[in-house]
């Protein structure tokens, strides 16, 4: 197996290094075959597909994580009711209703409010989506605080795919500490290693949705890893995320966290020192194949975007991105030579221009033509 090959969390001392490569081990079997990168990754068979994703539900559960529901057939989905977290509609949401004298919304508002809306915009881009991706496991890279783990737990219910945070796994195979134990009681660069190590053994799979630490865009090997799938940055102003962290607790964040940090300048703290990591690492975050913005409108401009349109927007970016994929494939796949009268000819020449009766009756075209 690939985590007894190959110690996974090297520094850790002995006890706890054999319950980490024991949780590694459990957390992530073993790939069966070596996987081509994404671009030219073909679909893979239907039992390997399933196995993946049993061998990730088990995974969760070793993990001590919820494993995500059965997957029921497509036509039974209800749209996920989250109407606790969005306020209903007010009166105008629906355009119809609006008086003359208030503007009419726009769609990102309408969006944020109107539940419904916002709900049936989200089944029916998943269910145009969804054979489009082929399992393909989705990466979120961001800011701490961007809420790549809020975002992404929601996104693998809606998919149907399973979730894993690399923070979470990485704590689950040390036992009682957390990430900023960890950093305390071994250092960053032990926590990169077991970070590398976790992308490493999730990306044979399909069907995933990964939520990475922030910082894991620093190490290119990283990307090797993540290129398996779709990867999507959640953008986001430094003090929106800063707002978010202290709201949350600086503590849970090492790298926001020191002596001298204190509530009242905690925030202060958190937003430079968020600034200058963004500053750092932007040059990698824009590796993304997609950018999803956090940014709110209306009663959500302090606060963000609701998390679920958040998801929304990551879902159409996706579609819009293997869209534009296929596109691009297809016009270099089909070009025009000067003196065929501007007829497209596929890659390959006139003979390869298409099969059958139908492309011997182009190729006798294209000779009477020239
Ligand atoms: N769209 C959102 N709107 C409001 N709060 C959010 C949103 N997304 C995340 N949060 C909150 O921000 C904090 C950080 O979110 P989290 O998902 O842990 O971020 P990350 O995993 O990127 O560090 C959490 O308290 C979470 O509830
Ligand atoms: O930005 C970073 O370097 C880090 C982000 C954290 O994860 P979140 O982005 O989920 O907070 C966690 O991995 C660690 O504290 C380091």
Redesign the pocket.
């Known amino acids: 197996m690939l985590a007894s090959r190959q110690p996974a969390l090297t520094r850790a001392p002995t006890g706890q290094r054999r319950a980490a490569a024991a949780a590694a081990a459990a957390a992530v079997p073993a790939p069966r075959a070596p996987r081509a990168p994404l671009a030219a990754a073909p679909v893979a068979p239907p039992r390997l597909a399933a196995a993946a994703r049993r061998t990730a539900a088990s995974a969760l559960a070793a993990a001590g994580l919820a494993a995500p529901p059965a997957r029921p057939p497509r036509r039974q989905r209800q749209p996920p009711r989250l109407w606790l977290l969005l306020p209903r509609a007010g009166p105008g949401a629906d355009g119809a209703a609006a008086s003359d004298e208030e503007p009419p919304m726009s769609e990102e508002e309408r969006l944020s409010v109107d539940f419904d809306y916002l709900s049936n915009k989200i089944k029916d881009t998943t269910d145009v989506l969804d054979p489009e991706l082929k399992g393909c496991s989705i990466y979120i890279i ?1 800011m ?8 992404g737990r929601m996104l693998a219910n809606t998919l149907r795919y399973a979730f894993f945070d690399t923070d979470g796994v990485i704590e689950k195979a040390h036992p009682g500490m957390s990430v900023a134990d960890i950093f305390r009681e071994y250092g960053e660069e032990y926590f990169r290693k077991c970070e590398s190590q976790v992308l490493k053994e999730l990306a044979p799979y399909k069907n995933l949705v990964v ?1 990475t630490g ?1 910082g894991a865009v620093t190490n290119p090997m990283n990307w090797s890893y993540m290129h398996n799938g779709i990867v999507a940055w ?1 953008e986001g102003a430094p003090e929106l995320l800063a707002r ?2 202290v ?2 607790g600086v503590e849970k964040r090492p790298l926001l966290y020191g002596d001298g940090v204190t509530a009242d300048n905690a925030f202060g703290v958190a937003n430079a020192k968020l600034t200058a990591l963004l500053e750092a690492r932007e040059k990698y975050y824009e590796n993304a194949d997609v950018r999803v913005p ?1 940014s709110g409108v209306a009663a959500d401009e302090d ?5 679920a349109v ?1 998801m929304y927007r990551l879902l159409t970016r996706v579609l819009d991105k293997i869209e534009a994929t296929k596109a691009e494939r297809e016009a270099r796949r089909t070009f025009t030579i000067e003196g065929l009268a501007g007829k497209p000819v596929a890659a390959g020449g006139p003979a390869a221009a298409g099969e059958g009766e139908e492309g011997r009756r182009q190729q006798r075209q294209q000779r009477a033509e020239e």
């Open positions: 961001g701490m605080g961007s809420g790549k783990s809020t975002v939520s922030g959640l978010r962290v709201a949350e956090l606060r963000g975007a609701p998390a958040v």
